[in-house]
Nanobody
Framework: VQLVESGGGLVQAGGSLRLSCASS??????MGWFRQAPGKEREFVGA??????????RYADSVKGRFTISGDISKNTVSLQMNSLKPEDSALYYC???????????????WGQGTQVTVSS
């Protein structure tokens, strides 16, 4: 099983970026996004639960209203649309997948390699 992210880059504050993640080899009930800034712990950004109501999303308070997760379970893909980006959103963003809902990294057995997002002020 592989999770491959794409779409990171450099953007000015207030701008937008879209990250994508594709899973090969397996369909997961839960696909989520985490991020890790230098010197900080990895933190939950948001996730989509395909097993609940056709795809229910939840977000960390820090990104609620700015970030949106969407995807296509038939293609094993998930995207993270990030709007109104702030310098504090700069981090290495990871796609993660698992079978049960979790908001901590221990709940996700599968991880992508990460994609860098840098927001300049």
């Amino acid at each position: 099983v592989q999770l491959v992210e794409s779409g990171g880059g450099l953007v000015q504050a207030g701008g937008s970026l879209r990250l994508s993640c594709a899973s090969s080899g397996r369909t997961f009930s839960i696909m989520g996004w985490f991020r890790q800034a230098p010197g900080k712990e990895r933190e939950f950004v948001g996730a989509i639960d395909w097993s609940w109501n056709g795809g229910t999303t939840r977000y960390a308070d820090s990104v609620k209203g700015r970030f949106t997760i969407s995807g296509d379970i038939s293609k094993n893909t998930v995207s993270l649309q990030m709007n109104s980006l702030k310098p504090e959103d700069s981090a290495l963003y990871y796609c993660a997948a698992g079978a049960r809902w979790a908001q901590n990294e221990r709940g996700y057995p599968y991880w992508g390699q990460g994609t860098q997002v840098t927001v300049s002020s």
